[in-house]
């Protein structure tokens, strides 16, 4: 199953241009909390300060699932407090929201 979600970056060259230098090097304890989610890819691009990130994944996978598990681990918990520091929520998001799942709108038939 595909997920499309975006983000806002704080709109500053210098923060961005950290953020990416931080997506070059993801902490290994990340990336393994992605991948015993059910994710089994994950892309994220940007255009300005405007992120998109598109997930892959297979039958185990749920937000809810996801979220209680990122809750139970610290790494993660620090990672996202270190990222919220770049990012800024959409306009429209409920406090504290992050990521804003998409609603796919076309498909090539």
Avoid at 100 to 107: D, V
Wanted: glycine share 4%; net charge negative; proline share 5%.
């Amino acid at each position: 199953m595909r997920h499309c979600l975006a983000l806002d970056l704080v709109d500053d060259p210098a923060l961005i241009a950290e953020y990416e230098r931080y997506h070059k090097n993801v902490w290994p304890e990340i990336v393994a909390s992605i991948r015993d989610s059910g994710i089994t890819a994950l892309d994220i691009y940007r255009t300005g300060n405007r992120l998109f990130m598109i997930i892959e994944a297979d039958e185990t996978f749920s937000f809810e699932r996801k979220a209680a598990m990122d809750a139970a681990n610290g790494k993660v918990q620090a990672w996202e407090e270190l990222m919220w520091t770049f990012q800024q929520a959409l306009p429209g998001s409920k406090p504290g929201e992050k990521w804003k799942l998409m609603t796919q709108i076309f498909e090539l038939p």
